[in-house]
Nanobody, 125 residues
Framework: QVQLVESGGGLVQAGGSLRLSCAAS????????MGWFRQAPGKEREFVAA?????????YADSVVKGRFTITRDNAKSTVYLRMNSLKPEDTAVYYC?????????????????WGKGTLVTVSS
């Protein structure tokens, strides 16, 4: 079992930046693929970014991120981060941290095993 707790969300103006954090506890964090997903009001949860257990491989939803977001992890701290720059009002959503033992393409909510409760990001215009 893996417990995930997100933090770092909040209200930011368009063009601003935020860094989300996800602290993990439970089973060995370093063995898990970690991902960020988001869900806007009235929309389905969508993939944003993921990072392999070693941090050596990263995956992004190019249509969403377009070079603005960066995912990193610190296995010593059992934490994964999502740095978000040049935020837009359409980035407003609840952002969820997730974990999975195996990488399954395409990266989707169905392929993840554990979820945090989410952190709200609101981008004002």
């Amino acid at each position: 079992q893996v417990q995930l707790v997100e933090s770092g969300g909040g209200l930011v103006q368009a063009g601003g930046s935020l860094r989300l954090s996800c602290a993990a506890s439970g089973r060995t964090f370093s063995t898990y693929l970690m991902g960020w997903f988001r869900q806007a009001p009235g929309k389905e949860r969508e993939f944003v970014a993921a990072i392999s257990w070693s941090g050596g491989s990263t995956y992004y939803a190019d249509s969403v991120v377009k070079g603005r977001f960066t995912i990193t992890r610190d296995n010593a701290k059992s934490t994964v981060y999502l740095r978000m720059n040049s935020l837009k009002p359409e980035d407003t959503a609840v952002y969820y941290c997730s974990a999975a033992m195996t990488l399954k393409f395409p990266l989707s909510p169905a392929g993840m095993e554990y979820w945090g409760k989410g952190t709200l990001v609101t981008v004002s215009s």
